[in-house]
């Protein structure tokens, strides 16, 4: 690990001012920068530790919503009531995600933010557009198991690996942030996350010095919310494929994947085919799709999860 500073932010708007420094990185629970870290894949040259703000709570809107604080840990947030009960898809992402230990520490902001990679990112050895934009990708060509099969490009087929994206995804959230003088932006979750195209290095809308705040869920949606992940391990492993569903009682509602892309992925005009099946709906979802020998699989693992989670809400 490289030498680097630090200090800890007493106020979002100093947070973000110190951020705007060249190398500076926010730290709150480092499940990923730290591993990062000590691979010098990220070499940061200033952390600014940001657990003293008061983003830590979760509290109800004035529209009957939730609004997260980015602190908010991942074992709390699945484990409040108001979660439990009016989001329950939200509390079966987060805890199908990582470990225990990790979800003590892991942050509402810092799950959103975690780097979309793959083995060659981790491979230091091998060519990798996201950590040396245009060196290539070595995972086009080589071993994409467990790739994306849509969403990437020539220059990266890595997926975003947060089970808890999905889940925002399907519930409509919106991301807050503050910058350096005080001005704040709601990015609906729709638009936060990018996909690689030619620039897969950028991996989220963020300006350079932008602080997350918090994230909020509009009013509850009802409807059987589930949320299944298919992995090559029972727990501690990425999703191969996973399913956010919302199911009303007419069989209508909301459909958003995970493991497939570089993205949590959602196609709205996908799910008016819900009454019609599983197969229907997954057509929609895949269409453009791009698999490679390896991982052609998913394409019909996602509509045997999505067949299987229709299934269940309607029993």
């Not at 200090?7 to 990185?25: D, I, K, N």
């Not at 709570?57 to 409040?80: K, Q, S, Y």
């Not at 060659?120 to 091998?126: A, L, P, Q």
């Not at 889940?167 to 936060?192: C, K, N, Q, Y």
């Amino acid at each position: 690990m490289k030498p680097f500073t630090y200090e800890r932010a007493h106020t979002p708007a100093a947070a973000a001012a110190a951020a705007r420094q060249p190398g500076a990185r926010f730290i709150a629970g480092g499940t990923n920068l730290l591993d990062l870290m000590k691979l010098q894949i990220e070499t940061p040259v200033h952390l600014i530790d940001i657990n003293g703000l008061a983003f830590d709570r979760i509290e109800t809107t004035p529209d009957g919503g939730l609004h997260i604080g980015a602190l908010v840990r991942n074992t709390d947030l699945a484990a409040d009531s108001r979660v439990r009960q009016s989001y329950p898809l939200l509390s079966r992402a987060l805890l199908a995600g990582a470990s225990g230990q990790l979800r003590n520490k892991a942050t509402t902001a810092g799950n959103l933010l975690q780097r979309t990679r793959c083995p060659y990112f981790y491979d230091t050895n091998m060519p990798c557009n996201k950590r040396a934009s245009g060196s290539g990708c070595s995972a086009i060509g080589g071993a994409s198991r467990s790739l994306a099969v849509i969403g990437g490009s020539d220059a990266c087929i890595a997926t975003h690996s947060s089970d808890m994206a999905v889940a925002m995804r399907a519930l409509d959230a919106t991301v807050a942030t503050v910058s350096d003088d005080g001005s704040v932006r709601v990015i609906p979750i729709a638009d936060f996350h990018r996909l690689p195209e030619s620039t897969p290095q950028l991996e989220n809308a963020l300006r350079p010095g932008e602080l997350i705040t918090g994230v909020t869920l509009p009013k509850p949606v009802g409807g059987t919310q589930l949320y299944h992940k298919v992995r090559d391990r029972a727990s501690y492993a990425f999703a191969l494929v996973s399913v956010a569903a919302i199911v009303q009682k007419d069989g209508t509602g909301r459909v958003a994947l995970g493991g497939i892309a570089p993205k949590p992925w959602r196609v709205e005009a996908a799910e008016a085919q819900m009454p019609h099946g599983a197969g229907v709906v997954a057509s929609h979802l895949l269409s453009g799709a791009k698999p490679t020998r390896d991982n052609a699989y998913k394409l019909k693992l996602v509509e045997r999860t999505l067949d299987a989670v229709m299934n269940e809400a309607r029993s």
